[in-house]
């Protein structure tokens, strides 16, 4: 694939997660909690469940809803940090350690400045623990890059051996 394909593709992408993220964080309090809850519910519906008397279900959905959402900030921002780090790779072609110190920067910046929106949405208010868990996020898609790109350089190099 060209460069400048890549360039596009990946710039693309990096903006698509970006303004997903920000329509999430632009729900009031009320909507993205019925969607968290929504998503727990589907889950514990699910046929390993059915054995489960339905209160106990209703305690999963009720008592796991923090932890639903804080895993979304993650798994949001996991996807973002590859993505960045891609766009910036595919810009940035001479410089090998550059992308990732920027990716990890740049996730920072755009989590805090998604919390600092937060406080012009209904119900809604700026937490650092969700900058941190989404710049944890965007660290884990650089360890992800980082062990897909070596498993990538060895099969290559034991092909050629």
Request: glycine residues 6%.
């Amino acid at each position: 694939m060209g460069i400048v394909i890549r360039r596009i593709i990946f710039t693309l992408t990096t903006l698509l997660l970006m303004l997903s993220s920000f329509g999430f964080s632009n729900q009031d309090a009320s909507v993205s909690g019925r969607l968290s809850r929504g998503i727990l519910a589907k889950t514990a519906e699910v046929e390993i469940f059915n054995d489960v008397p339905y209160s106990k279900k209703a305690d999963f959905v009720r008592n796991s809803d923090h932890i639903t959402r804080k895993l979304a900030h993650f798994t949001e921002y996991t996807l973002l940090g590859i993505s960045l780090y891609l766009m910036l790779s595919a810009w940035l072609l001479r410089s090998k350690k550059l992308p990732y110190y920027l990716t990890l920067i740049l996730a920072f910046l755009y989590a805090s400045t998604d919390e600092v929106h937060q406080i012009f949405v209904s119900g809604r208010g700026p937490q650092f623990g969700d900058v941190l868990i989404d710049t944890s996020g965007a660290l884990f898609g650089l360890i992800i890059v980082t062990a897909v790109r070596f498993l990538i350089k060895k099969y290559k190099f034991s092909k050629c051996s």
